[in-house]
């Protein structure tokens, strides 16, 4: 038996989103970042935030923010 599974799977959770494409360790967006994205990918956002929520449609517009880094 494991002797700190609580730890082990604290640590498997801290591997998982450094591996991932835009982790919380990513600089904010810029003021500028923002606007661009939205004018590139409105029609996008609208249809994200009727089928899942103003926040999701937020995350899921941030997210394509950053990788056009």
Known sequence: MRKHPQ????????????????????KPLTLAERPAAWSQNEAEYRRG???????????????????NR
């Open 49 to 67: 935030q009727l089928r899942y929520g103003q926040a999701s449609a937020d995350r899921w517009l941030d997210s394509v923010a950053r990788i």
């Open 7 to 26: 730890r082990q799977r604290e640590k498997a959770q801290r591997q998982q989103r450094q591996d991932r494409p835009g982790a919380e360790t990513t």
